[in-house]
T-cell receptor, first 111, second 113 residues
Framework: EDQVTQSPEALRLQEGESSSLNCSYTVSGLRGLFWYRQDPGKGPEFLFTLYSAGEEKEKERLKATLTKKESFLHITAPKPEDSATYLCAVQAYNYGQNFVFGPGTRLSVLP | KAGVTQTPRYLIKTRGQQVTLSCSPISGHRSVSWYQQTPGQGLQFLFEYFSETQRNKGNFPGRFSGRQFSNSRSEMNVSTLELGDSALYLC????????????FGEGSWLTVV
């Protein structure tokens, strides 16, 4: 059965303290891995799509990487406005647009 | 460019009633999918529509249904509401189906009392 796990469940960082979030997945035929950011009471906001092992994408203080078993979201010198829940999702070749989401990592960045 | 629009944003219903939620996708997007988000289960796939046809369906009872119109707008309906149906219902759209990034709306908060 395809599944996605994320760790840690929650993470508290001081402003400027860099760290990484992990997304581990088991899927039969990965079509794509997606990262989203979700603020309380709002819908998920798209961040990155990764398609193959070794691929990396960057946006401001965020960098996403992908291996055959997991993906990392690296946050460099975070700011309080980076506080949110970060969701990882995978899409398999036989699923159409059915994305399987992980439980998320709740990030808090303290000033 | 306008994003995905969902209405209503908040609603309260009584057990046994039915509810219809509406979604307008990003202009030009033809695929619309629906997700249920709860604290306990996270984001779970309900169904996807493309060119007015349901392409995929998640593991939800038949009380959950949907449809898509010729202008790509979509509605989902939940009949005979149960307390456990209280959740954030999210609509997402993409240009095509099969592999495209999906973009979410702000969601409809449903509370069943």
């Amino acid at each position: 059965e395809d599944q996605v796990t994320q760790s840690p469940e929650a993470l508290r960082l001081q402003e400027g303290e860099s760290s990484s979030l992990n997304c581990s997945y088991t899927v039969s035929g990965l079509r794509g891995l997606f990262w989203y950011r979700q603020d309380p009471g709002k819908g998920p906001e798209f961040l990155f799509t990764l398609y193959s092992a070794g691929e990396e994408k960057e946006k401001e203080r965020l960098k996403a990487t992908l291996t055959k078993k997991e993906s990392f979201l690296h946050i460099t010198a975070p700011k309080p406005e980076d506080s949110a829940t970060y969701l990882c999702a995978v899409q398999a070749y036989n699923y159409g647009q059915n994305f399987v989401f992980g439980p998320g990592t709740r990030l808090s960045v303290l000033p | 460019k306008a994003g995905v629009t969902q209405t209503p944003r908040y609603l309260i219903k009584t057990r046994g009633q039915q509810v219809t939620l509406s979604c307008s996708p990003i202009s030009g997007h033809r695929s619309v999918s629906w997700y249920q988000q709860t604290p306990g289960q996270g984001l779970q796939f309900l169904f996807e529509y493309f060119s007015e046809t349901q392409r995929n369906k998640g593991n939800f009872p038949g009380r959950f249904s949907g449809r898509q119109f010729s202008n790509s707008r979509s509605e989902m309906n939940v009949s005979t509401l149960e307390l456990g149906d209280s959740a954030l219902y999210l609509c997402a759209s993409s240009f095509e189906t099969d592999g495209n990034t999906i973009y979410f709306g702000e969601g409809s908060w449903l509370t069943v009392v």
